[in-house]
């Protein structure tokens, strides 16, 4: 702690201390449930983990052609991209991790299903994953700046 010749703190001591302060007390006003800072992005999240924990023989047989589930997977995952992006978005955002990121998220639900009923690990699905993905980050930039106008 720097100090003067009387023994007192110097005014840079205090300052540095009042800045880190006055960060503390915007990152907590800019949201005031920090839990709910990430709320777009954990609701999606649970969302593509209940459908993918539904019992194969419990699905609705709504295959209004072959490959339905896959545009589903599809749009599961652009939609966790998009959120992620808005979410998460700064300048040092780095799309790779993000990428990475949503892949395992992919690979875990894969895994899951392998212990529930009637469901199954599926690469194709995995494939469609990181199609929405891809698809979600890339669009992501174009679709918050329509929603901001």
């Given at each position: 702690?720097?100090?003067?010749?009387?023994?007192?703190?110097s005014?840079?001591?205090?300052?540095?201390?009042?800045k880190?302060?006055?960060?503390?007390?915007?990152?907590i006003?800019?949201?005031?449930?920090l839990?709910?800072?990430?709320?777009?992005?954990?609701s999606?999240s649970?969302v593509?983990?209940i459908?993918v924990?539904?019992?194969g023989?419990?699905?609705?047989?709504?295959n209004?052609?072959?490959?339905?589930?896959?545009?589903?997977?599809?749009g599961l995952?652009?939609?966790?991209?998009?959120?992620?992006?808005?979410?998460?978005?700064?300048?040092?955002?780095n799309?790779?991790?993000?990428?990475?990121?949503?892949?395992?998220?992919?690979?875990?639900?894969?895994?899951?299903?392998l212990?529930?009923?009637?469901r199954?690990?599926?690469?194709y699905?995995?494939?469609a994953?990181?199609?929405g993905?891809?698809?979600?980050?890339?669009?992501?930039?174009?679709?918050?700046?329509?929603?901001?106008?």
């Open positions: 702690m720097e100090h003067d010749k009387l023994g007192n703190r005014k840079t001591t205090s300052l540095k201390k009042s880190n302060l006055r960060a503390v007390r915007n990152t006003t800019d949201c005031p449930f839990f709910m800072k990430y709320l777009f992005t954990a999606i649970i593509i983990l459908v924990l539904i019992p023989n419990n699905l609705p047989d709504v209004p052609f072959i490959g339905f589930d896959k545009i589903v997977h599809i995952f652009g939609a966790w991209a998009l959120a992620v992006y808005y979410e998460f978005r700064k300048p040092e955002f799309l790779f991790l993000a990428f990475v990121v949503g892949i395992s998220f992919s690979l875990f639900t894969e895994a899951l299903q212990f529930v009923e009637a199954s690990f599926d690469m699905d995995l494939f994953d990181a199609a993905l891809i698809i979600g980050l890339t669009v992501s930039p174009y679709v918050l700046q329509i929603f901001k106008k």
